[in-house]
Each structure stands twice: as structure tokens, then as C-alpha cells.
């Protein structure tokens, strides 16, 4: 019954942004964390961004290489996570993950503790 269900990704020139969504269905986004994971062609996955939620507040987290760059938001009316990309560089061509943990993780990005995965939507940024 929950599942999560990424959209917006695809091809853009370096410089370009996208905004990536991640839709929840049958899921809380209360005294939850979520976040965004990629995997680039032949290499290991990866943590992007992080929200641990609560009643009335959010704590969010960014690795260093999307610092600046992308940003967190959330539309709980549609039970919607939002990723917006800005100044994109080929580096960040990957497939992109949503993932949702149980309750708040120890540790930012810990992947054993995220249970509940997207398929994943595919970004592309071209030189």
C-alpha cells in the first residue's frame, strides 16, 4: 500500500535545473525521514538531501557536492517532496532515488535505515 513514485527527471545542458518530484501514497510524512539518493553509471549510491520531519518542524541535510545548489520542499496537501535543482553539472548524471525511514535516522543518509524505495527517475546533464 505505501509506495513512493519519483517524476521529473531528464536531459538538460550544464547550467540548466530541474525540479524532481516524490509522490507518497498510504504514508506520513510526520516523525518520518526522507531523502533523495543517486547512483551515477558504475558507481555506489549515494545521499543528496534529507528532511527528518516531526509535528510543526523539519530538519533538513545536504551533502557538500549539492550544497547551494538544490533545495528541499514539500507540498503536504499532495503528500508531494520536491527537489529543485539549480546550476546542474554533468557529474550530477545519475538515476535519481526517493527513499522514506521509519522514523528518524541516526545518521544522515544511512541507507540501512531507509526501508522504502522509489524506482527512480533518470537525470542526465549534458557539457
Known amino acids: 500500500q505505501v509506495q513512493l513514485v519519483e517524476s521529473g527527471g531528464g536531459s538538460v545542458q550544464a547550467g540548466g535545473s530541474l525540479r524532481l518530484s516524490c509522490a507518497a501514497s498510504g504514508f506520513s510524512y510526520n516523525r518520518y525521514c526522507m531523502g533523495w539518493f543517486r547512483q551515477p553509471p558504475g558507481k555506489e549510491r549515494e545521499g543528496v538531501a534529507e528532511?527528518?520531519?516531526?509535528?510543526?518542524?523539519?530538519?533538513?541535510y545536504y551533502a557538500d557536492s549539492v550544497k547551494g545548489r538544490f533545495t528541499l520542499s514539500r507540498d503536504s496537501a499532495k503528500n508531494t517532496l520536491y527537489l529543485q535543482m539549480n546550476n546542474l553539472k554533468p557529474d550530477d548524471t545519475a538515476l535519481y532515488y526517493c527513499?522514506?525511514?521509519?522514523?528518524?535516522?541516526?545518521?544522515?543518509?544511512?541507507?540501512?535505515?531507509?526501508?522504502?524505495w522509489g524506482r527512480g527517475t533518470q537525470v542526465t546533464v549534458s557539457s
Open positions: 527513499a522514506a525511514a521509519p522514523e528518524w535516522v541516526a545518521n544522515p543518509f544511512s541507507l540501512s535505515e531507509y526501508n522504502l
Open positions: 528532511i527528518c520531519t516531526g509535528t510543526g518542524f523539519a530538519r533538513t
